[in-house]
């Protein structure tokens, strides 16, 4: 039986898989610029990478297929109608890679982007699994929406198609996916990663649509809104990732150095509560976590923006690092040793009033979660203005607390606040949850 290892992202909610293809010998399919996790999975399976293929020009992270050509000598397989401009091998519909015992059959699967394919893993005439990318998802299919407007019913129709494909397979064949739970290419909650051509036409609700128009109507009606980010990195992978800069540190700034960095953004990835007790005015609060990167892309349009962070001694750089640099950002000038000495230096300190359930005026609350999240469960009279548009909405003036499910993006969404000039900001910490439950009050549903 081959080795197939997901490797999964949760914050990106996408997996890469490292395939054991014998003779010490390893393929990596759709892997990320953060190589780490990669790197670490080789080793432990004692394996070394010689083949990378990349199921479609991906929106949501920088591809490492030439990071591993360079660094590894890896040779580089992708769809023949993706436009690469770097060295690869392009495949088209049916066209098979001998990985040495091990067969890779490319199947041209449009919908997701129109270059997508699926990788059929064979051994001899029988199928091991599917790398099915952003076609056939756990319980969905990924959206259609991120290539332009007016391709989004198209690829939503090319996607209909391209799912019969896979459906044609034995009810037992693994399927292996690229996106999954918490990706904003329309994966739907839950903790699976992988599922079978069973599975997926017992349960899935898109496979079970009765025609083309069903499907179509089904998909488009999930579709919510997604990072602004998405829309340039599919041709940063069309034209190849630059290689990352060397080392994976960052360099130490005193407070001189911060306020003469010209055009520098500074990021604060400490938890609310340090934040909250003390910040450089004007930063953006965003909290190392598994979605770090999906936010500092979503609110800081250009990558080429150089980022100072600020960081508390026990969050590795090498974190923060990596997850900037996936979703392209490489002009990392350093971090800040601390908010003490940017006040030792008499520099000014703001802070935010963090607020528990019993606390808050519902009416005062800006709810910052994605709109689906709201329509769940809100407070009743709080507004909804989703994270990722707050920075070009005019907010009236006057006193606001700001909520999410746990703190972090309310934290962000008061950061975001503070820089357009609202003074009267506080934090709700509790999710809608807990609101009710100490508050004894039921939430709101939207239709």
Known sequence: MVHVAPLVDSGLGNSSYLVEIGDGRALVVDASRDLRAVDAAAERCGLRVVAAADTHLHADFLSGATRLAARDGAAIYGSATGGREFPHTGLGDGDEVDLGGLTLRAWATPGHTGEHVAYLLLDGDRSLGVFTGGSLIVGAAARTDLVSPDQTEPLARAQYASLQRPATLPDDTPVWPTHGAGSFCSAPPGAERTTTIGREKATNPLLAAPDEDAFVTRLLASLGTFPPYFLRLAEVNRRGPALPPAGNGLAPLTVEQVMWAAGAEVVDVRPPADYAAGHVPGSLANTLRPTFATWLGWLVPDPATPLVFVRNDDQGPEEIVWQARKVGYDSLVGELAGVASWAAAGQP???????????????????????????????PAARNVELGALPGFNLPAGPVVTMCGHGERATTAASVLERAGHSDVAVLTAGADEWAQTTGTGLEVSA
């Open 349 to 379: 300190v703001a802070t935010v009033a963090l607020l528990d359930a019993d606390q808050v005026d519902p009416a005062r609350v800006l709810d910052v979660r994605q709109a689906s999240e709201y329509a769940g469960g809100h407070l």
